[in-house]
């Protein structure tokens, strides 16, 4: 998580939030982790997103992200499996409508704030997590410092 500009974060990555940090930290891509962005929801807390992304890739600080003042920026959102599918002795109908909901706040919240989203399901292979990312970057006009082979 070298380029990871609130590093203080305490959140443990899953397998999946890992491929996506290292595929930014390889491409010099600065990001922020587990950031909330002022969502609300189905509880009232606040939500949080994977990876925040800034535009604005050259600047120093970004203070007025985390602060809600700035909405120049794109969400990376590392779907596991408690997004999709009940699993018997850890989650609920009630669980898994919870976190169904919440997923499609954060979505209607960046629909309404123009914030570009890129939802990636934990069944997808490695290769393809990095070629989304690198066409989901591409047309935000960030460009990857690396090839994919």
Known sequence: MKNCVNQESSKRHSV???????????????????????????????????????????????????????????????????????????????TLCKQQFNDYLKSIYCEKRNVKILWLPYWKHVKTVKEELNCFLSNLSITPKITLK
């Open 16 to 94: 999946g939030e890992q491929v996506v940090a290292n595929y930014l930290d390889e491409c010099g891509i600065k990001y922020l982790f587990d950031v909330s962005c002022g969502v609300k929801g189905i509880k009232n807390g606040l939500l949080r997103f994977d990876f925040v992304v800034p535009l604005e890739q050259d600047r120093d600080t970004f203070d007025d992200i985390l602060e809600g003042k700035n909405n120049n920026y794109a969400v990376i959102e590392y779907n596991g499996i408690f997004h999709y599918h009940l699993i018997m002795g850890k989650t609920s109908k009630y």
